[in-house]
C-alpha cells in the first residue's frame, strides 16, 4: 500500500473510531449512564477532531512532490514583447501549461522545501518540495524598487498551511530537520528556453539554447 494511500487509510480510521465512540457514549447518556456516556463521547469527539486535523495537514502535504534525487520541475521559454516584457511560457512537469506576461530583465523561481529526520526518516518520509511563485526581477536595483512588477503562484494552498505552521514550531517538532525557501533566477530574452531542476540542495536552472546559454555567459 503507498504511503499516502495508508496515511490516508489510518486517518479514516481513527475518524471512524472516534464516531463509533461518539454514538456509544449517546447511547450510554440516553441508558443513564452519565459519566461512562460522557467519557465515550468526549473520546469520540477527541478522535473525531484528530482525523479531520489531520486531514487538513495531508490535504497540505498533498500539493507538495516527492524530492529523492536531481528532478526537472519546469521549462520555461521566452517571447518578447517590448523592453523589459516578455511573454513567459511556463511549462511544469505536474500540472497545467501557464503563459504570463513579465516584466523585468531577470526571471526568479521559488519553491518551498520540507526535509525530515528522526522517527520521520524511519517512517520512510522523503524530503519534499512544492513550487511556489515565479516572477520578474529588474538588475538595476532602482528599477526594482520603482518599476512595474510582476510575481505569479505556481501552487494553491488548502487544508492548514504546514509551512507556515512548521516554520514557527520547528525548534519543538523533533522530526523536522529543515524547512526552508529556495530560489534562482536568470536573464530573460527573446527565445531564451530553460529547464528548472531541484535537488536536495535546492533549485537550479539550465539554459537548453543557444540563445539562453549565450544570454547567461554575457549576464552580469
Known amino acids: 500500500m503507498p504511503k499516502t494511500t495508508l496515511v490516508e487509510f489510518l486517518i479514516l480510521i481513527i475518524g471512524l473510531l472516534g464516531f463509533l465512540f461518539f454514538l456509544l457514549g449517546l447511547r450510554r447518556l440516553w ?99 512544492r513550487l511556489e511563485r515565479l516572477g520578474g526581477r529588474y538588475h538595476d536595483i532602482h528599477q526594482e524598487r520603482s518599476a512595474p512588477r510582476t510575481v505569479y503562484s505556481l501552487s494553491e494552498d488548502p487544508g492548514i498551511d504546514i509551512w507556515t505552521t512548521v516554520r514557527k514550531v520547528t525548534h519543538r517538532i523533533p522530526w523536522v530537520d529543515a524547512v526552508y525557501g529556495s530560489a534562482t533566477y536568470m536573464p530573460m530574452v527573446d527565445g531564451a528556453h530553460y529547464e528548472v531542476f531541484i535537488s536536495t540542495t535546492g533549485l537550479f536552472a539550465r539554459p537548453q539554447n543557444d540563445i539562453a546559454k549565450k544570454a547567461v555567459s554575457q549576464w552580469r
Open 31 to 129: 441508558r443513564g449512564g452519565f459519566i461512562s456516556g460522557s467519557l465515550e463521547g468526549l473520546t469520540g469527539l477527541l478522535l473525531i477532531s484528530v482525523s479531520l486535523l489531520a486531514g487538513a495537514v495531508l490535504m497540505n502535504l498533498l500539493t507538495y512532490d516527492r524530492l529523492t534525487r536531481e528532478t526537472l520541475v519546469s521549462e520555461i521559454r521566452f517571447q518578447a514583447l517590448s523592453s523589459q516584457r516578455f511573454l513567459t511560457y511556463v511549462t511544469p512537469i505536474k500540472g497545467s501549461a501557464r503563459i504570463l506576461e513579465m516584466h523585468g530583465d531577470e526571471w526568479q523561481i521559488d519553491a518551498r522545501v520540507l526535509k525530515w529526520r528522526g522517527v520521520a526518516l524511519l517512517l520512510g518520509l522523503d524530503p519534499v518540495y
